[in-house]
């Protein structure tokens, strides 16, 4: 039998193994946290997470790198997209991140970057948060594990778009739609049509070798109901897209370039550097990357869209006119107060015929859903153009 | 004093106690992992990492996505670029994977994707490896610490080149150089020049804006020594990017572009889907992709280009011509087994200026290097001109 000395030096033993034990898992936790940092610093240390960023002001890319901290952004859909999307934003020192999503991480979303196996069976916004705070705990985030589509929803959405900034009460600075549905982003568009909020809309091909971004300023550039959404013709056969219950493919490599683009061009939108791309396609099949840009269409169905066309006419009116030789191309440029430049127009009139027809777009770029050919043949008029922009619209809710 | 019962009691509690923490520290290592997939099945459901990638071949984009696991890659460099490109290429489940780097995370590392915090220290190759073992336990991994341009690391990073292929003894499929410094991006050119191993190159400017990949198939295109590196025009001042003791600026977003643009033209290459670029470039700040391709220079410096370009020619002349009315155009692509396009080309006879010159290059494509200017103004013959890319080299080598 065992002495009161064995006993106790047994308990002494366990004591020490129970607080190594514990020692190592606090360390794992801690070891996933770096503290947070008051002041971004340019200086060259390798402890320092922000000097490759700042280094952009001495390199005379960014006047203000700093500045970036004070923005807020909403990434509508933690997907492959919005996933990395986040991930950039939060690498990059954004100020406050909003996530929105209602899914939960799976297998299956494996073969896109960001998301780990372990996170399995966790909601996408739970997941990300915690990743996103360990790599930065400088960011604020703001998570809603929630549908945007259903009408409570909606309103918390609209609420939090208008007043969820870094300063509480504050609008955010940019709405980022990084969904993969045709509801969810006619929500977007909705309530940043009424709230005059510009937004970025992202999307990749069903077949996953293509995709775009398209940057929509409420009353300047065409809105999501102004015309049928632009996506990058895939140069492959259609009839393949269209299959019936066939699960939509993915690629990490489309996705990964398409929220680069995305979050590069919210990067010069914020700190105000390079050209902001209004539209900007990719066709990872052909490495082509088509741009282009659409006004606003006067006919829009979303009574929000042209009241905020209204407004922009005024402002433009109101703005001082430059007296330059070429006036005409003058107009253009000081419409503008972001500094984005037209690559190529679609004119009214062209919108105009483009609820009934196919507008006549740049080499690549194509509409995501064509129009029925009885609709096409038929004369059409105002009221008419403005019903088959309805069907239209009802039938893509459809799909 | 304690009695021996109630010291016994203590030490069940201990005992019990520590069990607990040490099956808490197994569920998170336990967590960390999935199961390895023996066969990659196309079924849609949740748990199968691979459904979306298995898609590719019902949306007709691809004929055996299986195939994916007969490949091996091999990464030299695990930075911004290489470890997202590393990413990528184990969520798409690629055979085996060769990771070279010799250099440790540091926390100034995690303004790019994929290092976190609490990786800080570890070698980038083991970091790398754990997140990517733990992201898809099926891909072989193989992970070397040492600096490629060294000797002794020189002979036996050709050595892996050529017999670490997933089936031991055979070579590697492609290499991709994802390194910061043209000593690494010449030591791989003059390894694969040695082997006729085809490769990709890629690379980001200092100035974080603007980056490309370039295909090299050694006696087909120009190799690394055939004339002056392509860069992406920044078409901003360039004086800025030329100041003394600056550290170089990086983005996440376009070293994600990068990585995404290098591993869909290696997805197309290895699976044969689409068109490989040869050049493509990326310039950030007016969203510009410039593509191009240059044939091998004849007065190539590195004797193995000039015997690639022999036995290249040699095979050329073997393959059956077929008999079409414009026979120039088909034979460009007959040349090439890898139905790869040539965009635009670079004459011979071009290329045997820029040795002295700058090449004619696409629109927003430049040099890396301008040569100076007594070296222009001087007459050319081949021996001065040899002798000026020597000195042009020389100077890169300081740079």
């Known amino acids: 039998m065992a002495t009161v000395e064995e006993l106790k030096l047994r308990i002494r033993e366990l004591e020490n193994e129970l607080i190594k034990c514990k020692q190592k898992q606090c360390a794992v936790e801690d070891a996933l946290q770096r503290p947070k940092i008051d002041i971004m610093s340019a200086e060259v240390v390798d402890s320092n997470p922000y000097s490759r960023l700042m280094a952009l002001k001495r390199m005379g890319i960014v006047d203000d790198y700093e500045k970036i901290r004070t923005f807020t952004v909403a990434v509508v859909g933690v997907g492959g997209v919005g996933s990395v999307t986040a991930e950039m934003l939060t690498r990059c020192g954004i100020g406050k991140l909003l996530l929105f999503d209602y899914d939960k991480v799976e297998l299956a979303n494996m073969n896109r970057l960001f998301f780990q196996p372990h996170q399995a069976g966790l909601s996408k916004v739970e997941a990300a948060e915690h990743t996103l705070r360990n790599i930065n705990p400088d960011v604020s985030f703001e998570t809603h594990n929630y549908n945007i589509t259903t009408m409570e929803n909606f309103t918390h959405f609209m609420d ?204 690549g770029i194509t509409v995501a859903y064509t129009i029925p050919a009885e609709v096409k043949e038929s004369g059409e008029t105002v009221e008419e153009t403005e019903q088959s922009l309805e069907d239209l619209m009802a039938q893509m809710r459809k799909l």
């Open 160 to 363: 939090r778009i208008s007043h969820g900034g870094l300063e509480e009460g504050k609008p955010v600075d940019l709405v980022l739609s990084c969904v993969d549905n045709f509801e969810a982003r006619m929500a977007i568009n909705t309530a940043c049509n009424e709230l005059g909020q510009i937004w970025v809309e992202s999307g990749v091909s069903e077949n996953a070798v293509s995709g775009h971004i398209q940057l929509i300023n409420p009353g300047e550039t065409a809105c999501f109901a102004c015309a049928p959404p632009l996506v990058v013709a895939a140069n492959i056969d259609e009839k393949t897209l269209k299959r019936e219950g066939v699960c939509a493919a993915s690629l990490p490599t489309t996705m990964g370039v398409v929220a680069g683009i995305l979050v590069q061009n919210v990067l010069k939108y914020l700190l105000k550097f390079g050209t902001v791309s209004y539209y900007l396609g990719y066709n990872a099949m052909q490495d082509f990357f088509p741009t282009m840009a659409m006004k606003a269409n006067p006919q829009c169905n979303d009574r929000y869209c042209r009241k905020q066309q209204e407004e922009y006419k005024k402002k433009v009116a109101e703005q001082p006119k430059v007296e330059v030789v070429k006036v005409e191309e003058e107009v253009v440029h000081e419409d503008n107060e972001w500094g984005i430049e037209l690559v190529s127009e679609v004119t009214e009139a062209e919108l105009q015929a483009a609820t009934g027809t196919v507008p006549d777009l740049p080499e």
